[in-house]
Nanobody
């Protein structure tokens, strides 16, 4: 059973920054796509950023230019640098492998709460 542990969330003012980190219990070296998802209250979970094994990054339109995803295959971690945060970024953030239908590959971790508010 793969375990995913997300950390780094918190309360931040609009315009602020946070860096999220995800640690996987397995080697991610051979995992083609890793991604960060988020789920806001009353909404479905959505994929906001993904990174392939060769470093190609894709972002959901609302976070382009503000979020940066990275992966460290040696440490089995995936990070999400979030800048210029907006109230609408408030959500629980999760990481996972990403399958071809953009769904998560493994069971979800506990996520990390990000709250953007003044």
């Amino acid at each position: 059973q793969v375990q995913l542990v997300e950390s780094g969330g918190g309360l931040v003012q609009p315009g602020g920054s946070l860096r999220l980190s995800c640690a996987a219990s397995i080697s991610i070296f051979s995992i083609n796509r890793m991604g960060w998802y988020r789920q806001a209250p009353g909404k479905e979970r959505e994929l906001v950023a993904r990174i392939s094994s060769n470093g190609i990054r894709n972002y959901e339109d609302s976070v382009k230019g503000r979020f940066t995803i990275s992966r460290d295959n040696a440490k089995n971690t995936v990070d999400l640098q979030m800048n210029s945060l907006k109230p609408e970024d408030t959500a629980v953030y999760y990481c996972n492998g990403v399958d071809l239908s953009r769904a998560g590959v493994w069971s979800w971790g506990q996520g990390t709460q990000v709250t953007v508010s003044s």
